[in-house]
C-alpha cells in the first residue's frame, strides 16, 4: 500500500480552501478511540454524549485529516481497502460538519422503528448516494463539497459532489491498477 498512499493524499487535498475529514467506523478499525488518542487527532465521536466503553468502540468518529500528519499517513496505509471510512471535503469546522452528519444516522424502517445507517461504511455510500433524489442530496450534503470512498477496486477512488439538482460521480485512479478515470 506505500505506494498508493501518496496518490490518494494528493486526490485527497486537491481542493483548495477546503477541510479533509475521515468518518471512522469504530466497528472497522481496530481500537479506534486509543488510536485517535495516541496519535493526538482532532476527533469526535457522531453519537451524542458520553458512551459506555463498548458502544465507544464500535462507533462512528469525525476525524480532521492535516495533509502531513502522521495519522493521516497511517490511516491511509493501513486503512485502505478495509472499509474503514469515508472521506469528506467541507468548509465547515468539525463541530458544524458533526452536527450535519449526525442529523442522519439515524433511519426508520418500514415498521417505523429506528435503525443506524451506517452511511460512513463506503460500501454503502457508495451505493446510496446515486439512489438519492435532489432533496435528498441536499440533506446528505448540507455543507459538505465532496464525499470520498475507496472503489470495490482499491485501486481507485470515487468521489461525489452535487451541481445543480444531480449528483456527479467521478472514479480516479490511485495506484497501478486496471482503474480508470471518468464518471460513474
Same mark, same amino acid.
Given at each position: 500500500?506505500?505506494? @498508493?498512499? #501518496?496518490? @490518494? ?7 483548495? /480552501? ?18 485517535? *488518542? ?28 492535516? %495533509? ?19 472521506? @469528506? ?20 424502517? %418500514? /415498521? ?8 460512513? /461504511? #463506503? ?6 448516494? %446515486?439512489?438519492?433524489?435532489?432533496? *435528498? ?5 448540507? #455543507? =459538505?463539497?465532496?464525499?470520498?470512498? *475507496? /472503489? ?12 445543480? *439538482? ?7 485512479? =490511485? ?10
Amino acid at each position: 500500500m506505500a505506494v @498508493i498512499a #501518496p496518490q @490518494i493524499l494528493k486526490q485527497l487535498f486537491a481542493v483548495p /480552501d477546503t477541510t479533509v475529514y475521515a468518518v471512522l467506523d469504530g466497528a472497522s478499525v481496530p481500537e479506534l478511540p486509543q488510536t485517535l *488518542e495516541r496519535f493526538e487527532v482532532e476527533a469526535e465521536c457522531l453519537f451524542r454524549g458520553e458512551q459506555d466503553p463498548e458502544m465507544a468502540l464500535v462507533a462512528p468518529y469525525l476525524v480532521r485529516l492535516p %495533509p502531513d500528519a502522521a495519522f493521516t499517513g497511517w490511516l491511509l496505509r493501513e486503512g485502505w481497502g478495509k472499509h474503514w471510512g469515508i472521506f @469528506i471535503l467541507s468548509k465547515a469546522d468539525l463541530r458544524e460538519l458533526r452536527m450535519h452528519l449526525r442529523t442522519f444516522l439515524k433511519v426508520y424502517g %418500514p /415498521d417505523l422503528k429506528p435503525l443506524y445507517f451506517r452511511y460512513y /461504511d #463506503p460500501r454503502v455510500l457508495r451505493v446510496y448516494l %446515486p439512489t438519492c433524489n435532489p432533496r *435528498e442530496l441536499q440533506t446528505v450534503f448540507g #455543507p =459538505v463539497l465532496r464525499y470520498l470512498t *475507496e /472503489d470495490e477496486d482499491p485501486g481507485a477512488l470515487l468521489a461525489f459532489w452535487p451541481e445543480g *439538482e444531480q449528483l456527479h460521480a467521478e472514479r480516479m485512479p =490511485v495506484a497501478g491498477s486496471s482503474a480508470t478515470t471518468g464518471r460513474v
